[in-house]
């Protein structure tokens, strides 16, 4: 995998809302499967969504799904992820990573990231609290 950059972390209240950003770079655009991912305190990590660039569809996680939205500008190269209804159990850092060896939005969305250290690059945190 590619690792790379994210933004737009803070702390925000029970219902509230981020806009988290990952900016791609010209060597990860070979990679068309890129993925949010998230490590909470004593859990491993996991994934949030895993976005087909090319077409942009967007696989959720059942536990966001119908609160965290997906997007990306190709002209700027960025990734955006709109997280809205945030909840206690959303806290944790936040990675995006563009995963290699990856062909096609069916492989993308049944990527498995045992093995792929994901959240091993610098995140981006989020708390929410009560």
């Known amino acids: 995998q590619v690792q790379l950059e994210e933004s737009g972390g803070g702390s925000v209240r029970t219902g509230g809302s981020l806009t988290l950003s990952c900016q791609r770079s010209?060597?990860?655009?070979?990679?068309?499967?890129v993925g949010w991912f998230r490590q909470s305190p004593g859990k491993e990590c996991e994934t949030v969504a895993l976005?087909?660039?090319?077409?942009?569809?967007?696989l959720y996680a059942d536990s966001v799904k119908g609160r965290f939205t997906g997007s990306q500008d190709h002209v700027e190269l960025t990734l955006f992820l709109q997280m809205n209804g945030l909840k206690s159990e959303d806290t944790g850092m936040y990675y995006c990573?563009?995963?290699?060896?990856?062909?096609?939005?069916?492989?993308?969305?049944?990527?498995?990231?045992?093995?792929?250290?994901?959240?091993g690059g610098q995140g981006t945190q989020v708390t929410v609290s009560s």
């Open positions: 990573a563009a995963l290699t060896s990856i062909s096609g939005r069916g492989q993308c969305f049944s990527a498995d990231i045992r093995g792929r250290d994901v959240c």
């Open positions: 010209q060597y990860s655009l070979r990679n068309t499967c």
């Open positions: 976005i087909h660039t090319p077409d942009g569809t967007t």
